[in-house]
Nanobody, 119 residues
Framework: QVQLVESGGGLVQAGGSLRLSCAASGRTFSSSRMGWFRRAPGMEREFIASISRDGKHTAYADSVKGRSTISRDNPKNTVYLQINSLKPEDTAIYYC????????????WGQGTQVIVSS
């Protein structure tokens, strides 16, 4: 069982930056692939970024590539998402998720943190 709690969302002006955090409980964090997703108003949830267990491999959606960085601190059981050059279209609820070993699905989700980017 993994419990995830996101934080760091808020209201920010276009062009600004945010760092989202996701604190995980449970002993499987360091062996889990972690990801960030978002759901904009009226839209489907979309993948944003993922990071491997050891932090060496990352992947990004085209919508945030080049202005986002996903990272993790395994001793702190925390994964981060830094987003720079924020745009109004980045407005969404951001969720972190965990993919435990030997699974291909994202099995555990946080409750989300709201990000609003004003123009």
């Amino acid at each position: 069982q993994v419990q995830l709690v996101e934080s760091g969302g808020g209201l920010v002006q276009a062009g600004g930056s945010l760092r989202l955090s996701c604190a995980a409980s449970g002993r499987t964090f360091s062996s889990s692939r972690m990801g960030w997703f978002r759901r904009a108003p009226g839209m489907e949830r979309e993948f944003i970024a993922s990071i491997s267990r050891d932090g060496k491999h990352t992947a990004y959606a085209d919508s945030v590539k080049g202005r986002s960085t996903i990272s993790r601190d395994n001793p702190k059981n925390t994964v981060y998402l830094q987003i720079n050059s924020l745009k109004p279209e980045d407005t969404a609820i951001y969720y972190c998720a965990a993919q435990i070993p030997l699974r291909v699905t994202w099995d555990y989700w946080g409750q989300g943190t709201q990000v609003i980017v004003s123009s």
